[in-house]
């Protein structure tokens, strides 16, 4: 599977980004997506994941509530949805994607930058 990411960007505090991630080269239906950040000195985190049917949705506390994780497979595509930021969201965000039922995420698409400046 190969993942690319887009949307990310500077926005002040209490905006909103839209995070996209299209992916090809496997069937996308059958894969779990995650997205996934990291800041400088930090590890990489999941934020959210989505089961391959879009039935199922987690979401990191720090992010509950105010982004939105969802999918379209006849798009092969996958949104995060990021209302009412804060500076501490500032990160390069990753989507990623296993198949069904494995634990591992196992393919990674290139990381996009979100900045929110306060």
């Known amino acids: 599977v190969q993942l690319q990411a887009s949307g990310g960007g500077l926005v002040q505090a209490g905006g909103s980004l839209r995070l996209s991630c299209v992916a090809s080269g496997r069937p996308f239906s059958r894969y779990d997506m995650g997205w996934f950040r990291q800041s400088p000195g930090k590890e990489r985190d999941i934020v959210a994941r989505i089961l391959w049917s879009g039935g199922s949705t987690y979401y990191a506390d720090s992010v509950k509530g105010r982004f939105t994780i969802s999918r379209d497979n006849a798009k092969t595509t996958v949104y995060l949805q990021m209302d009412s930021l804060k500076p501490e969201d500032t990160a390069v965000y990753y989507c990623?994607?296993?198949?069904?039922?494995?634990?591992?995420?196992?393919?990674w698409g290139r990381g996009t930058q979100v900045t929110v400046s306060s």
């Open positions: 990623a994607a296993k198949y069904s039922g494995q634990g591992t995420y196992n393919y």
